[in-house]
């Protein structure tokens, strides 16, 4: 009992000390950085004992110098509302020797965020990510009345989970303590942070059954480990070693100290169930829920949060996390992202144990999560407790009529924006749907807005946006954005320049006024993309158009290179030119690789080799451009890669990780799943080799192609671009060039080519003879600089077609961007000489300057043609088609091919397909309607039935995903499964096979080489199914149709036929019923006999001869009624491989 009593006292004298201490000035001026700091961080800025100003005073030392920081004084001050403000005005002398800038503050965050507003708006200065303009007097300008701001939201959240993988996976403190700096200044007080914390699963689960080797295995290395933590993959590329853990460990440390000491909250990773692989083994009560793949890589599992042990090791996961890093007081975690499945699992359980697990770890703790796709989901929204968790929203600006309170039961939620992705370097924000809709949401009534999220995928781009998304949070109302532009040309380089002005307006009304219309990233450039001319995006998931007019951004370079000498030192002036000249050329390769196809389908190679030499002159051009900028150069990544590393090998590895990511992002699957060039990214040495290397590549192997003509050799860009990867080659690490001089050369080059197109179009694609059409003929000048002058058009037709000018065929002049129409009535005769297929061309004369010039550019029209016997056609999607011998088109639209969707038109021939058979077809062409629209081969028990017919298989080629074999997998006449070969498109041929209810696919560039696509089981296929030619256009709607060709359609033995095998059809046959006269098949017998002699005599004219009496004679017995449909078509086929194989 002694000691009991004692053991009381000395915990009661505990508490007292601890009480007296807690009332200290000292103690509460760093209580910041303690257990409730994010739940206090507005409270406790309403206090002036709750936080010091020394940090502030050190930040601003940083980033301005003693010289300039010692000219301000920091208050922290109280407020009654809960609401971050701070002011600005005149203080006081500073040791009686000069006038100081006071600045008052309820918060550090508050405070650094006043200083910024002093810099932008009084002071005509700017520190971004980006560049920086510091021109400041000896003696700083003081408001001439006091500033007051106030925040409006109080959560102002930063950073993408992706983004320490896209911007600086390998980044050293002083590239963080910038960071975090600037952050700061731009009011954010709320930060994810991830470096390091690949230690805290390393050490929960060896508390859970695993060596520190497996665990190392787990882990990927830190350009990759995004995803990791986000439960998308695991293991890549190669285990990461003790040293770089411990290194990222002391780098986490380093970032959350600072981020406290600046009152902002780091923003850890939660645990939501993420474990590794073999988890039930090591841990018997466990339930993981396997998560199947994303983007061609295993997911780790997911351990059932309602299970006992999820609890256990949650608890394990957070006391770990708090002993390495300290504690915080909010927490990111995307449950089920992007394609997780729960099984079985109940997710309203889940969630509610997934909150109560941080809730008993971190009292209070916020649930950060992100909105994206069906994240967070309905079951987690509805279950757990609102009041503590914040959806930081990164689709609030790529759609109109969103209501987030009721999708989202008022849960607190952030304004986001993800204006980046994969690190893209594309200029570029949806900065006007800013400007109107967060305003519009914050003021509805019962808004439960609460904050602004700044989400690119990676940071360290689009300056102007993070500084206008990150003002949001401390205005009162919508700005005028004229005006707005205007103020930041002016703190962004130092003084008034009408020049700058007029720069940045034609940016803002580009670029920077982008719509909502589904996307929230402005296009890539076609540079960094797989080669193709047909490419119209380099990452799988970005815009495949421009989302702005190029022509007016176009007008920013000649303004930026005429604003004032005096204004063009700083490294902000720098940086803004480099971007705009780069984004310039980036936008000038969607003008010219057009041309380039054109000329290549022209098979005119003179052209070809003209442009595509221009294309990869301007790649180098771009290069050196880009090497100008520190920030812009690959170079600089790599080495901040090996730097992490303490020997050789290491390096190697850790550069490869860097090195995959931009290129080939993973493996072989992950890359053809669409990750290839996902993080395309125009920088020296990525443009200057790698993309050069790649194009460069591609044009020799098409003009061996025109040279020989032969099919181009097909490249396998995963072991080019992995092979790339691989290397371990030097590139700059220091800028190089002057900036002005290039960008002067950039624009005397574009402002000198003759650049002008003609599109064309027509009011009907399909045209019988006798009806008229109309084509519409525009000529563009794409010159982005200067006018086109004395444009002439013509139009040439064949015989049999007739042409009348509607409109004016000349213009005087257009200017850059500029266009005029041209409309002719054609008419087909009925006594046009022609296959299906016409071609009208059209030249366009015209000069640039005193230098002539010259466009052209023809289009088809579909004359159509009866489809022959034994040809069928059946249409769900407005198809019209077409016949010309051995060739077949068809128009036609097609929203999908696809679940209950079945739009296709179709030419096919009746119960034709049987085991043992081959059908065969090139597609010669094919319109891109969109990425999925499909042509090919169909096959089904009745092609005429559109739902619920079964034996349903087609292999088709696609515009964008190369060769597909789709197929219903259950025999319900749905197709809901499909494999696919990319690296094709046409011209292409296509060749499926039946052995039984088995169908393999292949494709060939040359009809000799075949790649098998797959091959896969049909249930419910019929003995002799439906096979045809099909089209669907596969996007979404049947107004928007497509043309196809196809040249031959055969349906022939999968092995070598023989006469005697013809003998025995007969036979078989006459057995069935299917030939009902026994003196029809003994005379079909005699004809096939004296056919056998011939072969085996060698007697090629006879033989062919015998066969083409043996047809004439089937088709006789067909139409007398003793050979059935059926059998004659089967025999006839057969009869005709024969034939053509003797001829």
């Excluded at 047909?534 to 495949?544: D, F, L, Y």
């Excluded at 574009?750 to 399909?766: C, F, K, P």
Aim: aromatic share 12%; proline share 4%.
């Amino acid at each position: 009992m002694k000691n009991s009593h004692q053991h009381l006292l000395t915990k009661l004298l505990v508490f007292l000390c601890l009480f007296f201490v807690l009332q200290s000035p000292v103690f509460a001026e760093s209580a910041g950085t303690g257990k409730n700091s994010h739940v206090n961080n507005e409270k406790h800025s309403t206090q002036n004992s709750v936080f010091e100003t020394e940090s502030t005073k050190k930040a601003v030392e940083r980033l301005i110098g003693k010289k300039f920081a010692k000219q301000f004084h920091f208050k922290a001050v109280e407020t009654n509302d809960e609401k971050d403000y701070f002011s600005i005005q005149k203080g006081h002398k500073n040791n009686g020797t000069q006038n100081t800038i006071l600045i008052e503050g309820t918060s550090t965050s508050a405070l650094l965020t006043g200083f910024n507003w002093y810099l932008k708006y009084v002071a005509d200065a700017n520190i971004s990510w980006n560049g920086e303009q510091l021109n400041l007097p000896e003696k700083l300008p003081v408001p001439e009345s006091e500033i007051k701001q106030e925040a409006n939201v109080q959560h102002r959240f930063a950073l993408n989970d992706t983004d320490q993988g896209y911007t600086q996976p390998y980044a050293d403190w002083d590239y963080w303590e910038r960071k975090i700096d600037v952050l700061a200044l731009h009011g954010v007080n709320e930060v994810l942070v991830y470096p390091g914390q690949e230690a805290v699963y390393k050490k929960t689960f060896q508390e859970f059954g695993y060596t520190e080797e497996e665990m190392i295995e787990w882990i990927p290395q830190p350009a990759h480990q995004s995803w990791w933590l986000l439960q998308n993959m695991s293991g890549f590329p190669d285990p990461i070693s003790k040293d770089v853990i411990n290194k990222r460990v002391e780098l986490g440390k380093k970032i959350v100290k600072r981020l406290k000491e600046l009152g902002m909250t780091p923003v850890f990773p939660g645990y939501f169930g993420t474990v590794p692989a073999d988890f039930e083994e090591k841990n018997q009560d466990a339930n993981v829920v396997p998560q199947g793949t994303w983007s061609g890589f295993q997911r780790p599992g997911w351990l059932d949060p309602t299970n006992v042990l999820y609890q256990e090791v949650a608890a394990s996961f957070y006391k770990n996390q708090e002993e390495i890093f300290g504690e915080t007081t909010m927490y990111k975690m995307d449950l089920l992202h992007e394609g997780g499945t729960a099984g079985k699992v109940n997710v309203q359980n889940a969630s509610i144990a997934v909150q109560n697990a941080l809730e008993k770890a971190h009292p209070g703790a916020i649930w950060a999560i992100l909105g994206w796709q069906s994240n967070p989901r309905k079951e987690t929204i509805k279950a757990i407790d609102r009041s503590k968790m914040l959806i930081v929203d990164g689709l609030s600006d790529r759609y109109t009529g969103l209501n987030r309170e009721e999708e989202w039961l008022n849960t607190p939620y952030a304004f986001g924006s993800i204006w980046n992705f994969g690190g893209h370097t594309t200029m570029g924000a949806n900065m006007s749907v800013w400007n109107s809709t967060y305003w519009d949401w914050l003021e509805k009534p019962n808004s439960a807005l609460s904050g602004i999220a700044i989400m690119p995928e990676a940071s360290d781009n689009n300056p102007v946006a993070f500084d206008f998304l990150s003002e949001l949070a401390w205005r009162d109302t919508p700005v005028n954005l004229d005006t707005w532009f205007s103020k930041w040309t002016e703190r962004r380089y130092g003084d008034f320049d009408q020049h700058a002005v007029n720069a940045w307006q034609a940016l803002q009304e580009s670029a920077y006024s982008m719509p909502a219309d589904g996307w929230s990233e402005a296009q890539d450039g076609l540079f960094g993309a797989e080669p193709s001319l047909s490419a119209t995006k380099a990452a799988s998931w970005s815009p495949s158009s421009m989302r702005y007019d190029p022509n007016t951004f176009a007008k920013a370079l000649p303004e930026l290179l005429k604003v004032d000498s005096s204004l063009r030192t700083s490294s902000a002036y720098k940086y803004d030119l480099m971007d705009v000249t780069r984004q310039v050329i980036s936008n000038e390769s969607r003008i010219l690789l057009p041309r380039i196809k054109a000329a290549y389908n022209a098979k005119n190679r003179e052209k070809f080799n003209e442009l595509s030499d221009q294309w990869l002159h301007w790649m180098k051009l771009l290069d050196q451009v880009v090497g100008t900028n520190k920030q812009t150069m690959i170079g600089p990544w790599l080495e901040k890669a090996r730097s992490f590393a303490l020997n050789e090998e290491g390096a190697a590895n850790l550069e490869y990780d860097a090195r995959t990511l931009l290129t080939v992002w993973g493996n072989r699957s992950g890359s053809e799943a669409g990750l290839q060039d996902y993080s395309n990214r125009e920088w020296q040495g990525l443009v200057g080799d790698y993309y050069y290397s790649r194009w460069k590549a591609y044009f020799d192997s098409l003009d061996k192609a025109l040279k020989t003509g032969e099919n181009p050799k097909s490249i396998d860009w995963y072991e080019f671009g992995n092979n790339w990867a691989k290397q371990t080659n030097d590139y700059p690490l220091e800028s190089t060039g002057d900036i002005y001089e290039l960008a002067q050369q950039v624009y005397d080059e574009l402002a000198s080519q003759s650049l002008a197109s003609i599109e064309m179009s027509n009011d009907r694609v399909a045209v019988a003879p006798g009806e008229p059409t109309t084509i519409s003929v525009t000529f563009t000048n794409h010159n982005m600089f200067e006018d086109a002058k004395d444009i002439q058009l013509s139009l040439d037709t064949p015989n049999g077609m007739t042409a009348e000018a509607l409109t004016d065929v000349s213009k005087d002049s257009l200017a850059p961007g500029e266009a005029f129409t041209v409309k002719w009535r054609i008419t087909v005769s009925e006594e046009i000489d022609s296959n299906f297929s016409v071609n009208l061309d059209v030249a366009g004369s015209y000069k640039h300057g005193a230098t002539n010039a010259e466009t052209s550019n023809n289009i088809n029209l579909l004359i159509v043609k009866d489809i022959q016997s034994p040809f069928k056609t059946k249409s769900f999607n407005n198809a019209i088609f077409s016949q010309s011998g051995e060739q077949f088109a068809i128009y036609g639209g097609g929203s999908d091919l696809w679940g209950l969707t079945n739009e296709y038109g179709t030419i096919y021939q009746k119960d034709a397909f049987s085991s043992g058979k081959s059908v065969t077809t090139k597609v010669m062409s094919q319109d891109h309607t969109a990425p999925w629209a499909r042509a090919g081969i169909v096959v089904r028990n009745d092609l005429a039935k559109q739902n619920g017919s079964a034996g349903y298989i087609n292999l088709a080629i696609t515009p964008e995903n190369g060769c597909v074999l789709s197929w219903d997998s259950n025999g319900d006449g749905y197709v809901d499964s499909y494999k696919k070969t990319k690296n094709k498109t046409t011209p292409v041929y296509l060749r499926l096979t039946r052995e039984g209810t088995t169908f393999i696919g292949e494709c060939s560039t040359d009809g000799e080489t075949w790649t098998t696509v797959s091959a896969d089981d049909v249930p419910g296929v019929a003995e002799a199914p439906d096979a045809g030619l099909f089209m669907t256009a596969a996007n979404g709607s049947n107004d928007h149709r497509g043309v196809v060709k196809f040249k031959e359609f055969s349906i022939s033995p999968a092995q070598d036929l023989t006469v005697t095998d013809v003998k025995e059809k007969i036979k078989d046959y006459r057995q069935s019923g299917g030939i009902n006269s026994d003196k029809a098949a003994h005379a079909l017998t005699l004809h096939v006999t004296a056919v056998e002699r011939y072969a085996n005599n060698n007697e090629t004219e006879k033989v062919v001869k015998h066969l083409k009496g043996f047809g004439d004679l089937l088709e006789y017995y067909n139409e007398s009624g003793l050979v059935s449909d059926k059998a004659y078509q089967e025999i006839k086929m057969d009869a005709d491989y024969l034939k053509e194989k003797w001829q």
